[in-house]
């Protein structure tokens, strides 16, 4: 038996760099800022209306601007800027990077850490639902101040902004997103103009970076601190933006866009929003709109619409990211993957994706139908995906940093209380809007644990009928059926076992071909896997030889293209000549034992509408072979 495998020494990163450090800062601006950047159109008003009424009102102000002021710094500057953007995975960054990252580093690769992982990858597709509809619903919002007539057209816009951007996603966003960073970069810099601008109605807000007034807060409104800190979170939605996003520009561009305009505009516009509310606490009800003038608003309007359509964008991508990781990760079952770029393989459409995000934005718009009753909804999610980040967080500062026990309890410990203390203050909301989100992330839990138990048991369920490959091999080099010309490739999820396709080809057409490939796909837990580590190769005898296909948790699996790369190891093929002999499943429910009765129908449901193998892997379809069986589980 001899084998191959294309080796290489560095590891490929999921990044480009070749627009140079100036071009990646403003993209990122538009991909990763976009939702923390549209923030201040409603978190400081909603911390306001949080107070209920205090009579200090100079005290409320100063303490909800101090709770807002280092709420930015302690959780996007120093956890997710500091730390959590250093711990990537071979570039790539998420919960789930994090999740496989944490898992390879502990012996055994305990299921407590992929029980985090799923957890965090729904908690942030429950946030995936909500930051369009609140986005978009509080720039619309701005015709209330500028025409309170047509405040009944606020939804009917939202709605039809919704739709249409939904809609174009079929296009790709190559095109639109090259105006996204400059268009969130004016965004950025209006928010700190205007914000400056106000500051002199009250300069005493300056004073607010003192956390001194934070704590008195607190300590001076016992009873309606929790409201407050819901609402104080709002500013720091969109950090988790910062990570998902890491694979798309790197480190340094994030953190440059950071410390250069992002951080320096929102603390500048929540200071002037402070100020204004301080010398015209008529006007507190939309302070953001309230404090342009006049002749400014309805362009703000405009340019407040563009900025949150552009953060629902990111989030919508971020959403297909992360489900197309599931699926590589075999989190959830093969869904149809369109690629919009040529260039780009991070730019993708998932049309089953998008028509449910447009039916459950579409909802919550039509149910809450005001950004404030929306706020209650958002932020148990954030908070529950922040929570884990820290715990993963900490397996990584032990296991693959080696850092001392003291000093990561000395920089996990504080940040976790801080992430438990917002969840907190969120779960408070969870009857108010909270329990939708936390709706969402338990539906995509449950269907990623039953995807995974029922592969498992379908896997255990094969394995009983199953033969090794070696000896069908050893029986067909004995007696050698007739053989026709051509190369017959084998599809197998199995490494070891003999394929079903090729066991069932046998029984009914009695012939082998001249060449015989037994293919396997496996996804490795790294985003990427080099073009010199993606084939291994075997040869057992001139009719059959075995090849492991390794693909990147990132990557788009494409069978042909990696077999052009198996020529270099000597497999000589004709496309042309060459079929693909698939098995397809028909899986029956058990009477006894498996899954439970109702979990068992789920599992039959999301295998029936699994994408079919052939459009997943790219085959040609008119090379494609499928030979049926029934499996009951």
Request: charged content about 15%; proline content about 5%.
């Amino acid at each position: 038996m001899t084998s191959h495998q294309m080796r290489s020494e560095d590891p490929e990163l999921g990044h480009e760099t070749r627009g140079g450090l100036p071009s990646l800062v403003l993209a990122a601006l538009g991909v990763v800022y976009g939702d923390i950047g549209t923030s201040p159109l409603y978190a400081f008003r909603e911390a306001l209306h949080a107070t209920g009424g205090s009579e200090a009102h100079q005290e409320n102000v100063l303490g909800i601007l101090s709770l807002i002021i280092w709420a930015l710094t302690i959780v996007v500057t120093v956890k997710y800027v500091t730390f959590v953007l250093k711990a990537d995975n071979r570039g790539e960054g998420g919960t789930l990077s994090l999740m496989s990252l944490a898992r390879e580093s502990l012996k055994g690769r305990p299921k407590w850490v992929l029980v985090l992982g799923v957890t965090g990858a729904s908690l942030f597709l429950g946030d995936a639902i909500i930051t369009p509809a609140i986005s978009v619903l509080s720039a619309v919002e701005g015709i209330q101040v500028v025409a309170p007539a047509l405040s009944n057209w606020v939804v009917p816009i939202t709605l039809t902004i919704i739709a249409a951007l939904f809609f174009v996603q079929r296009f790709g966003t190559g095109g639109v997103a090259s105006v996204f960073g400059p268009i969130t970069a004016l965004w950025f810099a209006v928010l700190g103009v205007s914000g400056a601008v106000h500051i002199l109605d009250d300069p005493s807000v300056l004073g607010a970076i003192n956390p001194v007034h934070a704590v008195r807060y607190v300590a001076n409104n016992v009873t309606s601190a929790v409201a407050v800190f819901g609402a104080v979170f709002l500013a720091v939605t969109g950090a988790e933006a910062l990570y998902v996003d890491l694979g798309h520009f790197g480190r340094r561009p994030i953190v440059v866009a950071w410390f250069a305009l992002v951080f320096p505009s929102l603390l500048l516009n929540y200071f002037g929003q402070g100020a204004f509310v301080l010398a015209n606490p008529e006007m507190a009800a939309h302070p953001f709109f309230n404090m342009h003038p006049e002749w400014a608003r309805i362009p703000m309007i405009c340019l407040a619409t563009a900025a949150t359509v552009i953060a629902s964008q990111a989030v919508i991508s971020g959403a297909y990211s992360l489900v197309r990781q599931a699926i590589h990760l075999n989190l959830l079952p093969r869904l149809q993957i369109l690629h919009t770029s040529e260039t780009h393989s991070g730019q993708i459409y998932m049309p089953r994706v998008n028509t449910l995000l447009f039916v459950f934005v579409a909802t919550l718009v039509l149910f809450f139908r005001s950004s404030s009753g929306l706020s209650a909804a958002y932020g148990i999610a954030v908070t529950g995906e922040m929570l884990i980040t820290s715990v993963l967080l900490f397996v990584v500062m032990r296991r693959i940093w080696s850092w001392k026990l003291a000093t990561t309890l000395a920089i996990i410990i504080p940040i976790s209380l801080i992430d438990a203390g917002f969840l907190a203050a969120n779960i408070a909301k969870f009857a108010d809007g909270g329990w939708v989100p936390m709706a969402v992330s338990a539906t995509m839990a449950l269907i990623m644990q039953t995807w995974t138990a029922g592969r498992r048991l379908l896997i255990s369920r094969t394995k009983v009928d199953e033969i090794p490959l070696a000896t069908i091999i050893d029986n067909l080099a004995r007696k050698k059926p007739p053989t026709v010309p051509g190369t017959a490739i084998f599809l197998t999820s199995d490494v070891e076992g003999a394929p079903t396709a090729l066991l069932h080809s046998l029984k009914h057409y009695k012939v082998l071909h001249e060449r015989n490939v037994i293919l396997s796909v496996v996804t490795a837990n790294k985003p990427f896997v080099p073009d010199t580590e993606k084939i291994f190769l075997e040869s057992f005898n001139p009719l059959f030889s075995r090849m492991v296909i390794t693909f990147g948790y990132m990557e788009t699996p494409n069978i042909p293209r990696a077999l052009v790369l198996a020529r270099k190891l000597g497999l000589k093929f004709d496309i042309m000549s060459t079929s693909f002999f698939l098995s397809r499943r028909t899986i029956l429910p058990s009477r006894k034992g498996g899954l439970p009765f109702w979990q068992d129908r789920l599992f039959i449901a999301l295998s029936r509408n699994a994408s079919n193998a052939t459009d997943y892997f790219g085959l040609p379809t008119g090379r494609v072979v499928e030979l049926g069986l029934q499996t009951t589980i």
